[in-house]
């Protein structure tokens, strides 16, 4: 069974190969939602972009990004600077060991974002 590590919980958590990340996370008491999404949120469907997670370790264990979490994640401002290490924890299915953080704070500071080189042409 895959071993999901929440990162800033300290949390190990064992899950079926293939589950759903957000339903695992809520059976183990993990809340991916901040605030008042707990109440008003998609319930799943990958449009409200509030249960982001940021992907520490494990990235290929995880399904990949369907055109809706692109979409999603690109219209939320919260990706910034980690545009290629964030999901949506409704849209990923586990597939193998991989460790998240919950809640990820907004890379205000754009140490990522601002220093990025521009693609060779």
Not at 3 to 24: C, H, P, Y
Not at 30 to 43: H, I, K, S
Not at 82 to 103: A, P, Y
């Amino acid at each position: 069974m895959p071993k999901v590590t929440v990162v800033n919980q300290k949390k190990d958590i064992e899950v079926s190969a293939g589950a759903n990340l957000r339903e695992e996370l809520r059976k183990q008491g993990v809340e991916v939602y901040p605030g008042m999404a707990r109440y008003v949120n998609c319930f799943g469907h990958g449009q409200c972009g509030t249960c982001k997670i940021l992907v520490t370790n494990g990235m290929d264990n995880l399904s990949s990004k369907g055109m809706m979490e692109k979409f999603t994640l690109f219209r939320m401002l919260s990706a910034i600077g980690h545009e290629n290490e964030m999901r949506l924890s409704c849209q990923c299915s586990v597939n193998g060991d991989c460790s998240v953080e919950v809640q990820p704070e907004m890379n205000l500071s754009g140490e990522t974002f601002w220093q990025k080189p521009y693609p060779n042409k």
